[in-house]
């Protein structure tokens, strides 16, 4: 199972970024697929979620401004940032489970400017 993440950069603050996560090794279309990030000096935390139904949740950090969504043909999940703040500054990680291990992408870096 491979995830590989891509799209992070540096933007300043009030600008887009578009993250994906293409994955490969699993039957992506019937896995919930996660968005984490990890800012320096705070714990891991749950961005985004999408379920094989497509049943999205967000942080509430996140709400409203981020969006996540999949492409089972390219078996990739999106996460569309509008609006980005000083505090979206993390690496972001996408994730799955399958058969009972944890499966992480390589992580891409998000740096917001103000």
């Known amino acids: 199972v491979q995830l590989q993440a891509s799209g992070g950069g540096l933007v300043q603050a009030g600008g887009s970024l578009r993250l994906s996560c293409k994955a490969s090794?699993?039957?992506?279309?019937?896995?919930?697929m996660n968005w984490y990030r990890r800012s320096p000096g705070k714990e891991r935390e749950l961005v985004s979620s999408?379920?094989?139904?497509?049943?999205?949740k967000y942080a509430d950090s996140v709400n409203g401004r981020f969006t996540i969504s999949r492409d089972n043909a390219r078996r990739t999940v999106t996460m569309q940032m509008n609006s980005l703040r000083t505090e979206d500054t993390a690496v972001y990680y996408c994730?799955?489970?399958?058969?009972?291990?944890?499966?992480w992408g390589q992580g891409t870096q998000v740096t917001v400017s103000s």
């Open positions: 090794g699993i039957n992506f279309s019937i896995k919930d």
């Open positions: 994730y799955t489970s399958f058969r009972g291990r944890d499966y």
């Open positions: 999408i379920t094989a139904d497509s049943i999205t």
